[in-house]
């Protein structure tokens, strides 16, 4: 399995950079969000490092190398493009994508990173929570199995580091750092979405999931068993962050580029598209920075090849009421900031809230997303071009649907061994690799991820917020005309109903005693009951 690499502080080298030192890594879902983070971190924190082999495939008429070159022009690596200008040189990106047989690799690399590779990083997954089982299982599952069976082969294998997620056994109140059983033996799953029918796996497919919440969860807890049935082999660590959100310290802060999670409903609210969200306000959102969470992966890769483990070593990459923040202090210091920063082009002034009523959440949806979206595409069909907003609100919707699974309920996540990380660390690898979650100051987080999502999700120039403040000025005003309009209606329509209100509120009081004569067993009852009366006296 490879010489055992010393883990002492000499000569002013630290720990983990010395570890890496003259390795060469293997990183799956290195062009992801994480993935970026991870093999930026690696290349800048650990200089010496020989070579980063990044599993790629083609996409969208782009060869592997234009993707690899398209990588390295990412923001993210603008602090490592300025230190090391050569970096790019120890990024090698190798064909292959882990949806095929034997990962697509062509017999030479399969052999280069057999003989060179020594650390695997795994973090490709198919994040999307509404995805059709089949395609969860054979990206997730039958993917993480492929990536396995490449790391048996390997002839130095030190560290094998699978990148899991936190809520993968979340039909568990109080989840440990321990494995847990899957609710089905993951190699009979990966035998049935083979063969079976596209519409009979539909049909069972709630059968299977259980009191998990979507086949992203389900097909991340098949893989974890997966996993677990390797660590014999190698040594393996499984990393279980929970919602992972942009970068907090660096090497940019308040970079993310995707719109997943809680990106997503920042755009959308800011826009003034989401205007209601089913949530409890008072529960805590367990949120990871993306940086804490790579550092935390790159320092399990060293303890786990320190230690070799027989039985793989499990990490909660979670908040876990450290540094606790609810959903409604999220929320708060989120409109605080979109309304000092923004969003250009905004449809609505972003007023919306959170309820913790789903019957009032549904109400809202109903008047406040969809009425005003049919209301958008009448006027965009009378003026002659293709409606969009009902398309875009029922997207939406099906987002949040998804996610308010995690907004309304609320874990307990052990994560002793995450704390634990740092005790073992040199006084410059802890600061190097910062994995304190209690250190972030949550509001200035907030504030980064706002402009963050602004400026490298959305693309919009610092420039542009002049003009986004006055565009939300007048919005501000028009939403508040259109809720006065809106009670003055209400207001006029009572009133010009109300002589029919008083004039039916007589008719029932009159009614009464006419009903009362008419059911028989209401008119015998008080003779019989005064005759009783009478008897008993």
Same mark, same amino acid.
């Given at each position: 399995?490879?010489?055992?690499?010393?883990?002492?502080?000499?000569?002013?080298?630290?720990?983990?950079?010395?570890?890496?030192?003259?390795?060469?890594?293997?990183? =799956?879902?290195?062009?992801?969000?994480?993935?970026?983070?991870?093999?930026?971190?690696?290349?800048?924190?650990?200089?010496?490092?020989?070579?980063?082999? *990044?599993?790629?495939?083609?996409?969208?008429?782009?060869?592997?190398?234009?993707?690899?070159?398209?990588?390295?022009?990412?923001?993210?690596?603008?602090?490592?493009?300025?230190?090391?200008?050569?970096?790019?040189?120890?990024?090698?990106?190798?064909?292959?994508?882990?949806?095929?047989?034997?990962?697509?690799?062509?017999?030479?690399?399969?052999?280069?990173?057999?003989?060179?590779?020594?650390?695997?990083?795994?973090?490709?997954?198919?994040?999307?929570?509404?995805?059709?089982?089949?395609?969860?299982?054979?990206?997730?599952?039958?993917?993480?199995?492929?990536?396995?069976?490449?790391?048996?082969?390997?002839?130095?294998?030190?560290?094998?580091?699978?990148?899991? +997620?936190?809520?993968?056994?979340?039909?568990?109140?109080?989840?440990?750092?321990?494995?847990?059983?899957?609710?089905?033996?993951?190699?009979?799953?990966?035998?049935?979405?083979?063969?079976?029918? @596209?519409?009979?796996?539909?049909?069972?497919?709630?059968?299977?999931?259980?009191?998990?919440?979507?086949?992203?969860?389900?097909?991340?807890?098949?893989?974890?068993?997966?996993?677990?049935?390797? !660590? !014999?082999?190698?040594?393996?660590?499984?990393?279980?962050? !929970? #919602?992972?959100?942009?970068?907090?310290?660096?090497?940019?802060?308040?970079?993310?580029?995707?719109?997943?999670?809680?990106?997503?409903?920042?755009?959308?609210?800011?826009?003034?598209?989401?205007?209601?969200?089913?949530?409890?306000?008072?529960?805590?959102?367990?949120?990871?920075?993306?940086?804490?969470?790579?550092?935390?992966?790159?320092?399990?890769?060293?303890?786990?090849?320190?230690?070799?483990?027989?039985?793989?070593?499990?990490?909660?990459? +979670?908040?876990?009421?450290?540094?606790?923040? =609810?959903?409604?202090? #999220?929320? @708060? !210091?989120?409109?605080?900031?979109?309304?000092?920063?923004?969003?250009?082009?905004?449809?609505?002034?972003?007023?919306?809230?959170?309820?913790?009523?789903?019957?009032?959440?549904?109400?809202?949806? #109903?008047?406040?997303?969809?009425?005003?979206?049919?209301?958008?595409?009448? *006027?965009?069909?009378?003026?002659?071009?293709?409606?969009?907003?009902?398309?875009?609100?029922?997207?939406?919707?099906?987002? *949040?649907?998804?996610?308010?699974?995690?907004?309304?309920?609320?874990?307990?996540?052990?994560?002793?061994?995450?704390?634990?990380?740092?005790?073992? *660390?040199?006084?410059?690898?802890?600061?190097?690799?910062?994995?304190?979650?209690?250190?972030?100051?949550?509001?200035?987080?907030?504030?980064?991820?706002?402009?963050?999502?602004?400026?490298?999700?959305?693309?919009?120039?610092?420039?542009?917020?002049?003009?986004?403040?006055?565009?939300?000025?007048?919005?501000?005003?028009?939403?508040?005309?259109?809720?006065?309009?809106?009670?003055?209606?209400?207001?006029?329509?009572?009133?010009?109903?109300? @002589?029919?209100?008083?004039?039916?509120?007589? =008719? +029932?009081?009159?009614?009464?005693?006419?009903?009362?004569?008419?059911?028989?067993?209401?008119?015998?009852?008080?003779?019989?009951?005064?005759?009783?009366?009478?008897?008993?006296?």
């Amino acid at each position: 399995m490879g010489e055992q690499r010393e883990v002492t502080d000499e000569g002013g080298v630290t720990d983990i950079p010395k570890f890496f030192k003259g390795r060469c890594v293997f990183v =799956t879902g290195g062009t992801g969000f994480m993935g970026k983070v991870l093999v930026e971190k690696l290349l800048r924190a650990c200089p010496d490092v020989a070579a980063v082999y *990044l599993l790629m495939r083609p996409k969208r008429g782009n060869d592997i190398r234009a993707r690899r070159d398209e990588l390295v022009r990412s923001p993210v690596f603008d602090r490592l493009r300025n230190e090391s200008p050569g970096f790019a040189s120890k990024l090698v990106a190798v064909r292959g994508d882990v949806a095929s047989e034997g990962l697509g690799l062509t017999r030479e690399d399969r052999a280069q990173l057999e003989q060179k590779v020594s650390v695997v990083f795994h973090c490709a997954a198919n994040v999307r929570f509404d995805q059709k089982l089949k395609n969860a299982v054979r990206f997730n599952t039958m993917g993480t199995r492929r990536v396995l069976q490449l790391a048996e082969d390997i002839k130095q294998l030190d560290a094998f580091v699978h990148v899991s +997620t936190a809520y993968c056994h979340c039909d568990q109140p109080v989840l440990e750092e321990v494995p847990y059983p899957a609710p089905t033996d993951p190699h009979n799953i990966l035998q049935l979405v083979d063969w079976m029918d @596209d519409d009979t796996l539909d049909s069972i497919t709630p059968k299977l999931v259980g009191n998990l919440p979507n086949t992203y969860a389900y097909s991340k807890n098949l893989t974890e068993q997966l996993v677990l049935s390797y !660590s !014999s082999k190698f040594p393996i660590a499984i990393a279980r962050p !929970s #919602i992972v959100t942009g970068i907090w310290k660096e090497p940019l802060p308040g970079w993310v580029e995707n719109l997943n999670g809680p990106t997503g409903l920042l755009v959308g609210a800011g826009k003034g598209v989401i205007r209601s969200m089913h949530c409890r306000a008072e529960y805590n959102a367990d949120v990871m920075p993306c940086d804490i969470a790579i550092n935390a992966l790159i320092i399990l890769a060293w303890k786990v090849a320190a230690l070799r483990p027989k039985k793989p070593f499990i990490c909660n990459l +979670t908040e876990s009421g450290d540094n606790p923040i =609810t959903w409604g202090n #999220i929320l @708060d !210091s989120g409109r605080k900031h979109l309304y000092d920063n923004p969003l250009s082009d905004a449809i609505w002034f972003p007023d919306g809230s959170i309820k913790s009523s789903w019957i009032m959440h549904t109400f809202c949806v #109903i008047f406040f997303h969809f009425l005003p979206a049919y209301f958008i595409d009448f *006027l965009v069909t009378l003026c002659g071009k293709k409606p969009f907003m009902v398309k875009i609100q029922r997207r939406i919707q099906g987002g *949040l649907d998804v996610l308010q699974y995690y907004t309304t309920k609320q874990w307990v996540f052990k994560n002793d061994n995450l704390k634990a990380l740092a005790g073992a *660390l040199t006084d410059k690898d802890r600061e190097s690799f910062y994995t304190d979650v209690r250190m972030v100051e949550w509001d200035g987080y907030i504030k980064n991820f706002v402009l963050g999502t602004r400026h490298y999700c959305l693309k919009e120039d610092p420039a542009t917020l002049p003009k986004a403040r006055r565009h939300l000025r007048r919005l501000y005003w028009v939403d508040r005309a259109m809720g006065i309009l809106f009670y003055v209606l209400v207001l006029w329509t009572l009133l010009g109903w109300s @002589d029919h209100i008083l004039a039916w509120s007589r =008719t +029932t009081i009159n009614a009464v005693p006419q009903i009362f004569n008419m059911v028989p067993i209401l008119r015998v009852l008080p003779e019989a009951m005064g005759s009783e009366q009478g008897t008993n006296s």
